[in-house]
């Protein structure tokens, strides 16, 4: 797992969310960005990690970020989470590992003793320049916000 680390430049991507829509790193030139990794829409923590970004959306937004949260579901399953939970932030549907490549979130993980290949749960802030300024390797999945804002 080769993880981008501060100072490195975020590789060019594009990815579809939730409602088919496609997005691009270019999307966001000149403006403060936080990606969020999940490993899977609508689990319990990570669902309590997007809502707790959504409940300090307003916070993050007067600080001058915007928020964009990639996992490997579907566009259906992100829509669903999305709706269900009406986040005000865009979802990839990263089914083809675009964008968790890019970052370098996806490797071994160790969950009950099984070891398995999977999506970390990283959040990278990203500057106007595409590079990286802050990388969050521990989330705390109810108290997120609190974290990217120290």
């Given at each position: 797992m080769n993880t981008?680390?501060?100072g490195d430049k975020v590789p060019s991507f594009t990815a579809k969310d939730q409602d088919g829509t496609t997005i691009s790193l270019e999307d966001y030139k000149g403006k403060k960005l936080i990606v969020f990794f999940y490993p899977k829409a609508s689990t319990p923590g990570c669902t309590a990690e997007a809502c707790n970004l959504r409940d300090n959306y307003?916070?993050?937004q007067a600080e001058g970020y915007e928020l964009l949260g990639v996992?490997?579901?579907?566009e259906t399953r992100q829509a669903k989470f999305k709706?269900?939970?009406e986040f005000p932030f865009p979802l990839l549907a990263d089914e083809d590992h675009t964008v968790i490549n890019a970052f370098g979130v996806w490797g071994p993980k160790k969950f009950m003793g099984r070891e398995y290949d999977g999506i970390h749960r990283k959040t990278f802030v990203v500057d106007g320049d595409a590079l990286v300024t802050k990388v969050i390797d521990k989330v705390k999945t109810k108290d997120h916000a609190a974290q990217l804002l120290e």
């Open positions: 981008l680390k501060i307003k916070e993050l996992s490997a579901d579907s709706s269900k939970y």
